[in-house]
C-alpha cells in the first residue's frame, strides 16, 4: 500500500473522519506500518510495552485467557486501555488474516490524544459504545 | 551460450543466497559452518554491498569503540564493535577496528568496506560477482532464477540485496528533486538553500555535512523529528547529526519544520516547494535552490511481488515470520538489513536494530540453523547443560551476550526442560517465536529498554500453553548478576526443569 493510499484509508476510518489532510499525512508518518502474518499474535496478553493498533486491512481475533470474546477489523483499534492504564494488555490479539496495521508507540498516544482532541472525542465514542454492549445486560 | 568462469556456475544448487552485503556474506558464513551447500551471487563486482556508496558523509552512524572494557575479539567485545561481521574463530573477528586510524569512534566508510573485504577473504566466502539476478519462477519444488549468467535452481533462496533502492513518496514535483543517493560533493552547495525532505537519518546526515556550505537549510516532513536519546532507540536522528537542530533550536541558519510537503515547482532560478504545518497549522512557501529527497530507501525485490511475495510499507520491504521467511511463499528468505521487515515485539516502540549491521549478523546465524534444520536433516542445537547451572547461564548471558544487547526484546537466549529431569540448551531464538509457539516448559532471557530508558533482563517463561513475562530490575551499572537478580530468577525458574510425573 503506497503512503498516499494509508492516507486515503485512514481518512475513511472513523477515529480520524475530523483531521485535515495535514494532519492525516502527519499521522501517516507518526504510526508505523506493521505486517502480521495470519495465525501471529500482535498483543499479547500479560506482556507489557505495547502500542496503539489501528487496523488498515484484515481481521483479528481478541483473546482472553484462551477464549475469543470478539472479532475485530479493518477500522478497529486497540491497545489504548493498557496504555491509559499502564497496565500490560488484558487480552491476545491474534490476525485471523493477514493484517495490516498502523502503530503508535505507548509513550506517543498521550499527548497525541491531549492534542488532537477530535481523535480523543472520536476514540470516547467508540469507548462509550464498547462500554454501553458490555452493561447491556443490565435491561 | 559459454558459462562465464567464476565459482556456482548456473545451475542446481541447494540454496542461493543473492547478495554480497553484509548480510550475503555473514548468511554465507553461517551456512558453511553448519555444511549447507550453498551459491552466492552477486551483481556487485566487489564485497562490500551498500558500504560500497553509502553515507553520502563518509563515515558511520554506528560505533565501533577500538579502546572497549573488553578485549578485542572476544563474544562480548562485539557490543563494543557494531561493524565487524562475527566469526567463529579468532582470525574473522574484529576485523574493522584492525583497519581503523583511531581518529573517530565511527569507522570511515572506507574503513567499513575494508573491513568486509577483509572477511571475505580471510574466511574465503566464496561469491560469484557480476552475475545479475533478473526474474523468478517457481518450479515443482524449486525457484528458477534467471540471471546476466544463465539459470539456477534452487530448494531454497535468500534474498539478501539490502534496502538500498532509491525511494521517493508521491507527490507533485517529486521528480524535481535529487534523491539522497544523488546528492552532490558538498562545495557544490556553497551559499545556496537547500530543501530537505525528510528528517530521519539520512536528513540529518545531509544537513550536517551541508551545514558549513549550504546559506540556508530547511528540513521538513510531517511529523516531529524523533531523537535517538530520546527514543532510546537507534530508528531516529543520532546525536552525531544534530548540530542542524541545535542551530534550529537556538535560532541559526537551519530550520527544522513539521510540515507535510505538497508541491514542488521549478522557477527561473530555482524551485518553489509548497508545504502545510502540521505541528502548527499553515501554509508554508520556500524560494530555494535546490531540493533534495532524502525519503530513504526500497528493498530491491526484481519480481518476487508478482511471484506472490507479500510487502509493506509502501511495498518497500518485504513481510516476514520470525524467522525471516516470506509468509505467503515458503522457501523464500530474507537477510541482512531487509530482515527489519521481521518486526518482533517492537516493546515501547523500539524495533529492532536488524536494519543494520550490529543486528542483522545475529538474524543471520540464527537464520542459517533454521535452513539447516528445516531444509537439510541438520539436527538441533541441544546442548544439555545441569539445571543448577540454568540460573547462572541466563544471567551471564543478561549481562554479557552480545545477541541479547544488540537485538534487545527481538533476540532470545533459551533454555529448556528435557522432561526427564534435565536442561537443554537451545541457544538463541527469536523472541516472537519463543513467546507465540508450542513448545517444552523453557524459559528465554532477553534484555528491554522501557519507556524510563531503564535496561533491564526480561524472562519469559513457557509452562504448559501459557507464557508469562516477568521483568527483572535494572542496575546502574548495567550488571545483571547480582544476589538479588539471582534471586529472582531462582523463584521464576522454580520447579521448571522438574520430572512431570507419569
Redesign the interface.
Known amino acids: 500500500?503506497?503512503?498516499?493510499d494509508?492516507v486515503e484509508t485512514l481518512a475513511s476510518f472513523a477515529l480520524f473522519a475530523d483531521l485535515?489532510?495535514?494532519?492525516l499525512?502527519?499521522v501517516?508518518?507518526?504510526f508505523e506500518?506493521?505486517?502480521v502474518?495470519?495465525g501471529?499474535?500482535v498483543v499479547?496478553q500479560?506482556?507489557?510495552?505495547?502500542?496503539f493498533y489501528v487496523i488498515v486491512e484484515g481481521e483479528a481475533s481478541v483473546v482472553v485467557d484462551?477464549t475469543e470474546r470478539a472479532k475485530i477489523g479493518r477500522g478497529d483499534f486497540f491497545g489504548e486501555i493498557s496504555i491509559l492504564l499502564d497496565e500490560?494488555p488484558t487480552a491476545d490479539v491474534i490476525a485471523l488474516t493477514?493484517l495490516?496495521c498502523v502503530?503508535?508507540?505507548?509513550?506517543?498516544l498521550a499527548s497525541w490524544l491531549i492534542h488532537t482532541p477530535t481523535v480523543s472525542y472520536r476514540l470516547l465514542q467508540a469507548m462509550a459504545r464498547r462500554l454501553r454492549n458490555a452493561t447491556a445486560w443490565r435491561n | 551460450m559459454a558459462t562465464a568462469p567464476g565459482p556456482f556456475p548456473p545451475g542446481d544448487h541447494d540454496v542461493v543466497v543473492i547478495g554480497s552485503g553484509p548480510g550475503g556474506l555473514q548468511t554465507s558464513y553461517a551456512l558453511r559452518q553448519l555444511g549447507v551447500a550453498h551459491a552466492v551471487l552477486s551483481a556487485d563486482t566487489e564485497p562490500g554491498g551498500m558500504f560500497r556508496r553509502y553515507p553520502i558523509f563518509q563515515r558511520l552512524v554506528t560505533w565501533t569503540k577500538i579502546h572497549a572494557p573488553v578485549e578485542r575479539g572476544t563474544r562480548a567485545y562485539e557490543r563494543y564493535d557494531w561493524n565487524s561481521l562475527i566469526g567463529d574463530e579468532p582470525a574473522h573477528r574484529a576485523l574493522v577496528p584492525e583497519g581503523m586510524d583511531g581518529t573517530s569512534y565511527f569507522p570511515a566508510r572506507a574503513e567499513m568496506e575494508a573491513g568486509l573485504v577483509a572477511f571475505a577473504e580471510r574466511a574465503a566466502i566464496e561469491v560469484r560477482y557480476d552475475c545479475r539476478w533478473e526474474s523468478t519462477r517457481h518450479e515443482d519444488d524449486r525457484f528458477v532464477l534467471t540471471t546476466s549468467d544463465g539459470e539456477y535452481r534452487c530448494k531454497v533462496l535468500v534474498v539478501a540485496v539490502g534496502m538500498n533502492e532509491p525511494w521517493v513518496p508521491t507527490m507533485e514535483g517529486i521528480e524535481l528533486a535529487a534523491h539522497y543517493a544523488q546528492t552532490s560533493r558538498p562545495k557544490e552547495y556553497a551559499g545556496k538553500r537547500v530543501f530537505l525532505l525528510g528528517k530521519q537519518n539520512s536528513g540529518f546526515e545531509l544537513a550536517d555535512g551541508l551545514l558549513p556550505w549550504a546559506k540556508q537549510l530547511i528540513l521538513a516532513s510531517p511529523r516531529p523529528a524523533r531523537i535517538s536519546v530520546l527514543t532510546h532507540s537507534t530508528a531516529a536522528a543520532r546525536a552525531r547529526y544534530l548540530q542542524p537542530y541545535e542551530d534550529h533550536v537556538l535560532g541559526g541558519g537551519c530550520f527544522v519544520l513539521d510540515a507535510a510537503p505538497e508541491k514542488i515547482e521549478k522557477t527561473a532560478t530555482g524551485y518553489r516547494v509548497h508545504a502545510k504545518g502540521t505541528t502548527r497549522p499553515g501554509d508554508l512557501v520556500f524560494e530555494v535552490d535546490e531540493v533534495i529527497a532524502a525519503t530513504g530507501f526500497r528493498t530491491p525485490l526484481v519480481d518476487l511481488p508478482e511471484l506472490g511475495v507479500a510487502t509493506f510499507y509502501s511495498g518497500r520491504l518485504p513481510a516476514q515470520t520470525p524467522f525471516w521467511e516470506s509468509p505467503s511463499v515458503p522457501g523464500i528468505y530474507f537477510a541482512g538489513s531487509v530482515t527489519q521487515g521481521a518486526i518482533g515485539l517492537k516493546k515501547y516502540g523500539i524495533p529492532s536494530n536488524s536494519a543494520a549491521v550490529h543486528g542483522f549478523r545475529y538474524n543471520a546465524r540464527v537464520l542459517a540453523r533454521h535452513i539447516a534444520e528445516h531444509h537439510f536433516g541438520v539436527p538441533p542445537m541441544r546442548e544439555p547443560i545441569a539445571p543448577s547451572d540454568a540460573v547462572g547461564q541466563l544471567l551471564e548471558a543478561a549481562t554479557n551476550a552480545p545477541e541479547l544487547w544488540n537485538q534487545q526484546s527481538y533476540l532470545a537466549r533459551v533454555i529448556e526442560a528435557d522432561g526427564s529431569g534435565g536442561a537443554v540448551d537451545v541457544g538463541i531464538v527469536p523472541l516472537s517465536h519463543f513467546v507465540d509457539s508450542d513448545g517444552a516448559d523453557a524459559i528465554a532471557v532477553t534484555l528491554e529498554t522501557d519507556a524510563t530508558g531503564d535496561i533491564h533482563p526480561a524472562v519469559y517463561v513457557r509452562r504448559g500453553d501459557a507464557v508469562g513475562e516477568h521483568l527483572l530490575p535494572g542496575d546502574t551499572l548495567l550488571r545483571f548478576d547480582t544476589g538479588e537478580h539471582r534471586a529472582q530468577l531462582t523463584s521464576v525458574l522454580h520447579g521448571l526443569f522438574e520430572k512431570e510425573l507419569p
Do not use: Q, Y
Request: glycine share 16%.
Open positions: 500500500m503506497e503512503r498516499g494509508i485535515s489532510r495535514p494532519e499525512e502527519a501517516a508518518h507518526m506500518e506493521e505486517f502474518p495470519v501471529k499474535r499479547r500479560g506482556f507489557g510495552g505495547t502500542g484462551g500490560p493477514a495490516r502503530v503508535l508507540p505507548r509513550a506517543a
